[in-house]
């Protein structure tokens, strides 16, 4: 099945920009995801890249989309209080049912 | 105007009770889903729904049953609990086809005493 990894933490100071970076194993990977989960929340969808892709921009984020080594980033460009949360990687392919499979979450905290 | 919910918010309760958790969509999706968060925060898949119909049934005690009366609602049911089933569960839903976007209810923090 599909693994999907991330390193646990990452602190960064505000206005800083910030990287979370993800890999994945299934090189069928065709659609993969950012999600961010505030304390006490659900997830919520930040941004998704198709495979066939390379990068994708959406204000202050930009997904990175390695195919070749499997690596997915999210860069968050001038980070703010507001962006501490954990993020959540997470990787489906086309066919079957839409299983997805999440990463291990990193936690970004944002220093004043 | 809330999109994915769940009722309750929080569940304490007595190791052997039984319980449900349940959840409602109103986003018109033919899938559902249950993911248990433990408590650093590995989320992983416990069941999927199609259209009332079990497509996805990870490695789950036999304790857990879903139950989905409608394509709208998938419900929990959760028997002889037990002190590891502490978690956070989040119920999620998503259009069949197309960008497989999950669109996350705010979650059930079960506490098992």
């Known amino acids: 099945g599909e693994d999907v990894e991330q390193s646990l933490f990452l602190s960064v100071r505000e206005g800083d920009s910030s990287v979370i970076n993800c890999t994945y194993t299934d090189s069928s990977s065709t659609y993969l995801y950012w999600y961010k989960q505030e304390p006490g929340a659900g997830l919520q969808l930040l941004t998704y890249i198709f495979s066939n892709m390379d990068m994708k921009q959406d204000q202050r984020l930009t997904v990175l989309l390695n195919k070749k080594d499997k690596h997915l980033s999210l860069r968050i460009a001038d980070t703010q209080t507001g962006d501490s949360a954990i993020y959540f990687c997470?990787?489906?392919?086309?066919?079957?049912?839409?299983?997805?499979?999440f990463g291990t979450g990193t936690k970004l905290q944002v220093i004043p | 105007d809330t999109a994915v919910s769940q009722t309750p918010k929080y569940l304490v309760t007595q190791m052997g009770n039984d319980k449900s958790i349940k959840c409602e969509q109103n986003?018109?999706?033919?899938?559902m889903y249950w993911y248990k968060q433990d408590s650093k925060k590995f989320l992983k898949i416990m069941f999927s729904?199609?259209?009332?119909?079990?497509?996805i049934n990870e490695t789950v005690p036999n304790r857990f049953s879903p139950k989905s009366p409608d394509k709208a609602h998938l419900n929990l049911h959760i028997n002889s609990l037990e002190l590891g089933d502490s978690a956070v569960y989040f119920c999620a839903s998503s259009q069949a086809r197309g960008i497989d976007t999950q669109y996350f209810g705010p979650g059930t923090r079960l506490t098992v005493l």
């Open positions: 986003l018109g999706h033919d899938t």
């Open positions: 729904y199609n259209n009332k119909e079990l497509i």
């Open positions: 997470a990787a489906t392919y086309s066919g079957g049912y839409q299983k997805v499979t």
